[in-house]
């Protein structure tokens, strides 16, 4: 049995207890300024939010990944420079601390500090979208709210997961968000469990707040949706039909992470088949475990992050990491983000934190 004490790692478990302590009273603090600023400022933040159809323009949005620092705690430097590559690349959107970016490995101070970093670094370079889901509506609204104080220009929420909810509840959830501003709406019954239906996004559609949907049950729901002008976001491996035949706005992408060229490529310059056929041996690696796991393993391959893991994920295994390496070999290392070669790591490499 698989436990904390035998993973096949070196650090096995790193816990700093001094470290956790600084860093839970320096988001304590942070947490107080946030909440200040929602009291002090709220109608401001309203009046000068982005308006909802800029954000439904945006093709190239990136969920980008949180890389951490042995303690467990963000490495905002390689952060940064994870932001600063995508922009740099044509990047549009951030997404912050969605899946792909483990905001469900985080306490709500963590998430909401990440996305007000990421609004006062970069916002005035790329739309921020903050991820505020919860299967908590209380939790949603909160998060919501907070950060939409801090100056995201739109939240990200997934359907109630693992106790869901009835389709009425799904309706009542969505509207108790809608009002505090930009919504986008993310169908994933992979992660959730439970399908939001058309039946319920059309009724939402109607709200002046609802932005549009990122869907990925497939492109048939992608045209259903695009036929009756509701805006749509797809995922790597739907995306080039989704955008070319079926009328998707563009993508939130996990892929762009690595390959923000080519991204930009098949999601701007108009139908490409063989550029299609060419990435999907990597959208197919990407998912060989649950997601953000092979993501994580990639960037900490190709020298961008530390290999630092937050549980409950694990880097892939030996064959796996080879498999990358092959991977980036075949379609070109250039492709790829940063200058380091790409490299296998070894078990002993990486470091598993459990505190954090």
């Known amino acids: 049995m698989l436990s904390a004490s035998n993973l096949p790692f070196s650090t096995s478990i790193t816990t700093n207890f001094n470290n956790n302590r600084s860093t839970y009273c320096k988001l304590q603090q942070a947490n107080a300024r946030f909440d200040v600023r929602l009291r002090l400022s709220s109608s401001a933040a309203v009046k000068d939010r982005t308006s909802i159809e800029e954000v439904r323009s945006l093709r190239f949005i990136t969920a980008v990944k949180t890389p951490y620092l042995p303690s467990g705690g963000f490495d905002l430097e390689a952060y940064d420079n994870l932001v600063n590559t995508q922009i740099a690349n044509g990047v549009e959107g951030i997404l912050v ?62 359907n ?17 968000l809608l009002p505090i501003g930009p919504i986008i709406i993310y169908n994933v019954p992979s992660r959730s469990n439970q399908d939001i239906p058309p039946s319920v996004v059309e009724i939402l559609a109607q709200n002046p707040n609802f932005v549009g949907i990122k869907e990925c049950v497939g492109n048939e729901r992608v045209k259903l949706y695009t036929d009756k002008g509701i805006v749509v976001w797809s995922v790597d491996s739907l995306i080039h039909e989704a955008k070319w035949d079926c009328g998707a706005v563009g993508v939130q992408s996990v892929a762009s992470n690595l390959v923000p060229g080519l991204m930009r490529e098949l999601v701007f310059e108009g139908k490409n088949p063989t550029l299609h056929s060419k990435l999907m041996p990597l959208f197919h690696w990407l998912i060989i475990e649950p997601s953000p796991i092979a993501l994580n393993t990639a960037l900490a391959q190709l020298g961008i992050i530390k290999p630092v893991f937050r ?21 070109g290392r250039e492709h790829f983000v940063g200058e380091k070669d790409v490299q296998v790591l070894e078990d002993d490499d990486f470091i598993i934190v459990d505190r954090y």
């Open 160 to 176: 109630p997961y693992y106790g869901r909810t009835s389709m009425a509840g799904l309706v009542a959830h969505y509207n108790s």
């Open 97 to 158: 601390a969605g899946s792909t970016g483990e905001g469900q490995l985080m306490t709500w101070d963590e998430q909401i500090m990440l996305i007000a970093h990421t609004v006062n670094s970069f916002g005035n370079k790329v739309k921020v979208i903050g991820n505020a889901g919860s299967n908590c509506t209380k939790e949603a609204i909160n998060a919501t709210e907070r950060g939409f104080a801090v100056g995201m220009d739109a939240a990200l929420h997934i």
């Open 311 to 331: 549980l409950p994920y694990v880097p892939l295994s030996k064959e796996q990491r080879v498999g990358f390496v092959n991977l980036v070999k075949e379609m």
